[in-house]
């Protein structure tokens, strides 16, 4: 049977055969017609944000938190370059989106029309993959495509670009199971004779470690269980990037906490001295790695990565293993068995040991002393009364961020969402917003700063029309505070447009959004505040005051290797930085 | 346990020099990129080489295969050994490429290029212009009474070394098409 439809409706008719039941986006003139097509139909229901970025981070958001692609809706022109940051975001972090631009119709491309981009040619190197359809026969098909690439391998956004005239006409629709997913086929089974090298090492190392990323997580469900399997089973400690939280629960026997610039002292300390670095799923990023010549000098290292140009891009492995996380594990531990489960208890055991010494140099502690909230304080409360909760946590950028990854504890993949690749300030509002569609009973905090946050306040609004009840967190010092912690730092505390001045006064703007606002800036009430705002039914912006001018520890200092932190209270933060380090960011 | 002190003191190492453990000797290697010939696709494989600070010596593509679609690019990449297999591992992540080979490590192969010189004079020069041709094997296929235009098929090497010779000559113009390479053998 075949079935002649327009394009407009192909798409909807796309996004209900891949299973989607919510889109996030934007109308305009380009996409009118498909619009017309989602407002004639119930399967799918359209999330109205105040700004293309923003529904972009939703998807992501909602991709994160539910396992599944999130996608987007957004006109031509100006929707289309306005989704340009989040496209990008979730390139750097491996975040499966499909973002569907309208265009003009194609007779006018290339005569500068209304609302005219070179939309696949900006987009290009911010996906994974994108395409301009040109004909109606050919958009279901590319649809599907669409899907498979964002989803398979290394995950993505990707970018369908449909001219409007190739919305109203019509031809016959492709269904899932026919589209030519071509060769598009990432090699997911590892080499046997590498991930046997791998369990050679693994049977003799004395000071192994797991390095665990966001791979882990993107490969799904089985990579974790497999994962918490393996590191039980041979009681290697482990530790994570920022992307990686809750692949290995916080509150497991071997966790060692966050690793990187403002990771937690055992855990590079542990990195730095480790003779076997199993990197599952993470990509040596420079806040990880610090200064690279340096960096973990005695050991050897395997890296099992899906993406083939991940492996050796940093630094040298060598035990490389290209595959998916979880097919490799499977294997690993296959292999494991078979020869007898054998660890270096011994080494291991005097491992833990030091690792227990690092440990008692408790680089998370903090004072909670003076009339000043402490921003460590105000996020061990908020983790102290939610952590019973089905919980979910996004950060926008900055110091907040890092604290919240040092503070909070995840005991499950997909709790925990944060822009880690690029870092984008205004991402985690949107993102929750995307997170609370996908579990609409769930705790959704966003642990924010005032000065990210206001970079996407307008989401309010779309927070407040769909009755998301998200609870924005926001640590509020005034200051842009790792731009101020870095002009601190390295440049001579001079405070170069780091302040904000007329910051809003967040309690009257909930309420004129229709939301409800809470203003705390006493400790003794935090506590009653938090609880005020876990009680509330619907979106609150909780305007948490702290201390203005507290810095984030533990740090690596740009150009230093993971064993040269500077630490809280005790550490001299003058001269830290080298005058090399300077240059970086 | 006390606070670590930082030293003062500069470093050119840092978390952006990301390639100070390897070798920074240069190699220049010759790829073959097939592909789908898919609107775009040249840009992507372009975009990437300037995008990530790659170079290119020299890049021809054109359609290989009517009915399969498939182009095939041929690249001429100067860089360290770790950065060649990155190239080649960022090639290889393109959705529309199919496959990437390395003919400088894959074995022995034939690269030919093919340049048209615009050599103008008269007299003795014009002679000579014409003889080192048919010693370079070059054929005449456009001539005046005062210019020759020299087709020369070869090596990038060979091509280099008749338009040396042809400059003091009249050597005007040039064009040349870039690499074509094919593995040797079976």
Known sequence: MTRQMTGAKMVVQALKDQGVDVVFGYPGGAVLPIYDEVFQQNDIRHVLVRHEQGAVHAAEGYARATGRPGVVLVTSGPGATNAVTGMTDALMDSIPIIVLSGQVPTFMIGNDAFQEADTVGITRPCTKHNWLVKDTAELSDTLHQAFHVATQGRPGPVLVDIPKDVQFASAEYTPPQKARTRHYAPQVKGDMAAITELVEALETAERPIFYTGGGVINSGPAATQLLRELVEATGVPITSTLMGLGAYPASGGNWLGMLGMHGLYEANMAMHGCDLMINVGARFDDRITGRVDAFSPHSRKAHIDIDPSSINKVIHTEIPIVGDIAHVLEDVLKVWKSRGRKVNREGIEKWWAQISEWRMVRCLDFSQAGPAIKPQYAIQRLEELTKGHDRYVCTEVGQHQMWAAQYMGFEDPGRWMTSGGLGTMGYGFPASIGVQMGHPDALVINVAGEASWLMNMQEMGTAVQYRLPVKQFILNNERLGMVRQWQELLHGERYSSSWSEALPDFVKLAEAFGAKGILCSDPADLDDAIMEMLDHDGPVIFDCLVEKHENCFPMIPSGEPHNKMLLGENASTKDAIKEGGAVLV | ?186
């Open chain 2, 1 to 186: 346990m006390s606070a670590l002190q930082i030293k003062k003191g500069s470093t050119k190492h840092s978390a952006y020099n990301l390639r100070p453990t390897f070798s920074d000797v240069q190699e220049t290697h010759t790829l073959a990129v097939i592909v789908d010939n898919e609107p775009g696709v040249l840009a992507r494989v372009i975009g990437l080489f300037s995008g990530r600070g790659y170079n290119i010596d020299s890049l021809t593509v054109a359609e290989v295969d009517h009915t399969g679609h498939t182009s095939r690019i041929t690249i001429v990449t100067t860089g360290t050994p770790q950065v060649i297999e990155q190239i080649k591992a960022q090639l290889g992540r393109i959705v529309p490429v199919h496959e990437v080979h390395d003919l400088t490590v894959e074995g022995p192969s034939v690269e030919r290029e093919l340049a048209l010189l615009k050599v103008r004079g008269a007299g003795e020069k014009r002679v000579e212009a014409l003889r080192l041709a048919d010693i370079f094997r070059a054929n005449a296929v456009d001539s005046t009474l005062d210019s020759f235009i020299f087709e020369l098929t070869g090596t990038p090497d060979k091509i280099d070394a008749f338009a040396e010779l042809m400059r003091p000559l009249g050597l005007v113009e040039i064009a040349r098409t870039g690499v074509a390479a094919l593995s040797r053998g079976s």
